[in-house]
């Protein structure tokens, strides 16, 4: 079975501090994972997709398959960034691809 | 918003009542989902549906129905609503693109 874990449920930084979520995964396929975020009671947002290897609001996030993992990282943290952030794993056409979400990360950013 | 519009955005009811959500599509999409949120879980898959009368359960599927008669529109019944499943609603779709997208939640409260 798939499983998303994201060890932190709070996270909390200073702003211009460098800021990391963690995920890992277990999936016996080929993964496909995405960041999504959630800001104040809103709808959940696609942060990034791996295979799009593209930086977004200064977000970056390598798929490291020998750790199986797929942490999200920023150099300088802002306010702004203050949000719920879930890693969430693709299972494929073969199973309609479903989303496999983590429990998600509380970031705040603190002035 | 990817055309994504989910009714009632909020609804309160009593338990052992029958409650619909609807999630409606504007693009055809033949992949639809419902998902639940929850402090401390995440969000957890209710039903899927790949195609017009075609559904299948998630993972937390028990207590709840889905209808998709059309391709715009996918229902979700709380067939006797209880209290373990006051929660937040998200709808998403999944074009071909290969992005999973959410629409804006209905928060249900059962009392």
């Known amino acids: 079975a798939q499983r998303v874990t994201q060890p932190e449920k709070l996270l909390s930084v200073f702003k211009g501090a460098p800021v990391e979520l963690k995920c890992n995964y277990s999936y016996s396929g080929s993964p496909e994972l995405f960041w999504y975020v959630q800001y104040s009671r809103q709808r959940l947002q696609l942060l990034l997709r791996h295979i799009s290897r593209e930086s977004i609001k200064g977000f970056t996030a390598d798929l490291n398959k020998g750790e199986t993992s797929f942490h999200l990282k920023k150099p300088f943290a802002q306010e702004e960034d203050s949000a719920m952030y879930y890693c969430?794993?693709?299972?494929?056409?073969?199973?309609?691809?479903?989303?496999?979400f983590g429990k998600g990360t509380l970031l705040t950013v603190n002035p | 918003d990817a055309g994504i519009t989910q009714s009632p955005r909020h609804k309160v009811t009593e338990t052992g009542t029958p409650v619909t959500l609807r999630c409606h599509q504007t693009?055809?999409?033949?992949?639809m989902y419902w998902y639940r949120q929850d402090p401390g879980h995440g969000l957890r898959l209710i039903h899927y549906s790949y195609g017009v009368k075609d559904t299948d359960k998630g993972e937390v599927s028990d207590g709840y129905s889905v209808s998709r008669s059309k391709t715009e529109d996918f229902l979700l019944t709380l067939e006797s609503a209880t209290s373990s499943q006051t929660s937040v609603y998200f709808c998403?779709?999944?074009?071909?693109?290969?992005?999973?997208?959410f629409g804006p939640g209905t928060r249900l409260t059962v009392t």
């Open positions: 693009e055809n999409h033949r992949y």
């Open positions: 969430a794993l693709s299972s494929g056409g073969g199973s309609n691809y479903k989303l496999t």
């Open positions: 998403a779709i999944r074009p071909t693109s290969g992005v999973t997208y």
